[in-house]
Nanobody, 119 residues
């Protein structure tokens, strides 16, 4: 099993910035990618960003391109999400996730961190 521990989040004004981190522990050798998702009130959980450990390839949801940056430190089994130019619609619970080697979906999830963006 893999455990994910998130840190970051909080209350921020529109236009502000935040930085999340997510540290993986346990059977981390089985992870080949990590990502971030978010769930706004009353909505489904949506993909935000992804980084692969092999090659460092990144992917972003169109809605966050240019404002969010995902990065990973494979040696520390930690993934980061830098969020800039926050918008009120960015209010959500942000989740870290990890995918197993050979997997096609995310297998492990963090506890989530609340971000509230005030206008």
């Amino acid at each position: 099993q893999v455990q994910l521990l998130e840190s970051g989040g909080g209350l921020v004004q529109a236009g502000g910035s935040l930085r999340f981190s997510c540290a993986a522990s346990g059977r981390t050798f089985s992870i080949n990618a990590m990502g971030w998702f978010r769930q706004a009130p009353g909505k489904e959980r949506d993909f935000v960003a992804h980084v692969s450990w092999s090659g460092g390839t990144t992917y972003y949801a169109d809605s966050v391109k240019g404002r969010f940056t995902i990065s990973g430190d494979n040696a520390k089994n930690t993934v980061y999400l830098q969020i800039n130019s926050l918008k009120p619609e960015g209010t959500a619970v942000y989740y870290c996730a990890a995918r197993r080697l050979g997997g096609t979906s995310y297998d492990f999830w963090g506890q989530g961190a609340q971000v509230t963006v005030s206008s």
